[in-house]
């Protein structure tokens, strides 16, 4: 229903960051002037890119708190893919505010080294392997109370809105995927 959370399970756009750092390496390695500080400073986004996580409990843990999304997709080609299936799915609109979406420790002094917005990483980015889904806004204390790990990052609207990116100053740009 329209104002029901979205949710994700842990950081996005750490993978594509680590990907970057790796390119990065690979190309001083070649030219024999690796120092591997990049992959030591930024281990956990290298290794959000080499070992991805996704906790299989999640499902079971959802089910013994008696809470019933209604929507869940498994984000592996950046979160606008994953919104833009969920609104295709859902056939209502749905806002995503980009303060409210969590990163690794790291990404914005990386996405400065790189120049890459890590904001982009996390809605373009693929690879991140974690779940998107919505959530009853009445059950929202519940959630919160039990899946303190997971993170609310916007909801559903009416269908007319669209599916929209929300800029810290409340600018709505519409999302688009790869």
């Known amino acids: 229903k329209s104002k029901d959370l ?9 993978a594509y960051l680590g990907l970057q ?16 500080e990049l992959l030591e400073q930024y281990k956990m986004l290298v290794a959000a890119y080499l070992k991805p996580e996704l906790r299989p409990q999640t499902p079971a843990q959802l089910e013994d708190a008696e809470i019933y ?7 592996s080609r950046g979160l606008a893919d994953a919104i833009l299936r969920l609104q295709r799915d859902s056939h209502l609109g749905a806002k995503v505010y980009a303060d409210k979406i969590p ?5 914005f002094q990386l996405g400065r080294e790189f120049d890459i917005d890590p904001v982009s990483a996390a809605m373009n980015g693929g690879d991140d392997c974690r779940l998107l889904f919505t ?8 959630f919160r ?8 990052i916007g909801h559903l609207a009416l269908p007319e809105v ?10 709505e740009l519409p999302l688009s995927a790869q």
């Open 21 to 36: 750092v790796l390119e990065k390496e690979k190309v001083k390695f070649e030219a024999g002037t690796s120092g591997k």
């Open 103 to 107: 990163f690794e420790g790291g990404s």
């Open 69 to 75: 999304p209604s929507h869940g997709y498994f984000v």
């Open 162 to 171: 669209g599916a929209v990116l929300v800029t810290p100053d409340g600018v």
């Open 135 to 142: 959530v009853p806004i009445l059950q929202l204390e519940k």
């Open 145 to 152: 109370k039990d899946f303190q790990t997971f993170d609310i």
């Open 6 to 14: 979205l949710c994700v399970s842990g950081p996005l756009g750490a």
